[in-house]
């Protein structure tokens, strides 16, 4: 399996290199380096296929464990470059990335975002890698690996639809802050479904490989889930968020993170 593992993981790098070359020269033609995060989906889509490729052609790895694998790769990835791409069409550069660059050009972009987000696609997507190309060693941790995904991308479609639907309404009448449906659970619940899919992915793909390819491969959900939460996602938007008096209002009543049911206010409601 080691073999194996080291080919898929050769192949992986190859295809995140030339995902990324290719999104850097859009980028540089279009002057927006946020395009990167359609990438982001479409690189973890395009692991699986090379490792899937590896598998099969070295008669490695269980078939229906790998078919499972890229299938729920490739649904989370897809839909959330989908997403991203449909929501940052007419729009200009991520403050974040403006920010993070400053008067720096190309070549700073090159080293800070590209760079960076290849060599994160490669470690998050280990369980991928090693999922395609060894044996299953418990079947009851890919059943669980497959629901654990389930709750999580439900939790990300839906968080997602419901700020969609939160943000068409018009100003004049909407909420001053979205606290209903799964946001009145957690404040960042596509933020954590992400999270959550990556650890049943690391269910399915790693521990189910046995315990030492899930101890060499848990860095992955556990980057993700440290990322999401404390770097690029969660804690990084409440910067902002938390110079409004209704969101700092809101916070006090949900979690950042990790979901727990709404509390009631002293009248009775939520």
């Known amino acids: 399996m080691v ?20 999104t850097a020269l859009v980028a540089r033609r279009l002057g927006r380096v946020s395009v990167v995060d359609v990438t982001w989906g479409l690189g973890f889509v395009l692991v699986a296929a090379a490792s899937t490729v590896v598998g099969l052609t070295r008669e490695a790895g269980s078939w229906w464990r790998t078919l499972a694998l890229v299938a729920i790769v490739a649904a989370w990835g ?22 993070m660059l400053g008067d720096g050009g190309f070549g700073v972009a090159v080293r ?10 490669w470690l ?9 190309v060894a044996d299953v060693g418990s079947w009851p941790v890919v059943w669980l690996g497959l629901g ?59 521990l189910a490989s ?11 959900p556990v980057a993700m889930t440290h990322f999401l939460r404390n770097v690029t996602g969660a804690k990084l938007l409440e910067r902002s968020m938390m110079k409004r008096p209704a969101f700092r209002e809101y916070a006090e009543r949900v979690p950042l993170f990790v979901p727990r049911p709404p509390r009631l206010t002293s009248a009775g409601g939520r």
């Open 3 to 22: 073999i194996d593992w080291v080919v898929a993981t050769l192949a992986s790098s190859v295809v995140i290199a030339l995902a990324m070359v290719l």
């Open 210 to 220: 046995g315990w030492l390819p899930g101890l060499l491969t848990v860095v992955a």
């Open 112 to 121: 800070k975002v590209f760079l960076v987000q290849g060599l994160a696609i």
């Open 124 to 132: 998050i997507s280990l369980p991928i890698q090693v999922g395609a």
């Open 78 to 99: 897809l839909r959330l470059a989908w997403h991203i791409g449909r929501r940052s069409r007419g729009h200009g550069e991520d403050p974040r990335y403006a920010a």
């Open 148 to 206: 654990v995904w389930l709750v999580g991308a439900l939790f990300e479609a839906v968080g997602d639809a419901q700020l969609a639907a939160y943000q068409a309404m018009p100003r004049d009448t909407r909420p001053p802050v979205l606290d209903r449906g799964l946001w009145a659970w957690t404040r960042h619940p596509n933020y954590f479904g992400d999270s959550l899919a990556w650890w049943g992915i690391w269910l399915v793909g790693g």
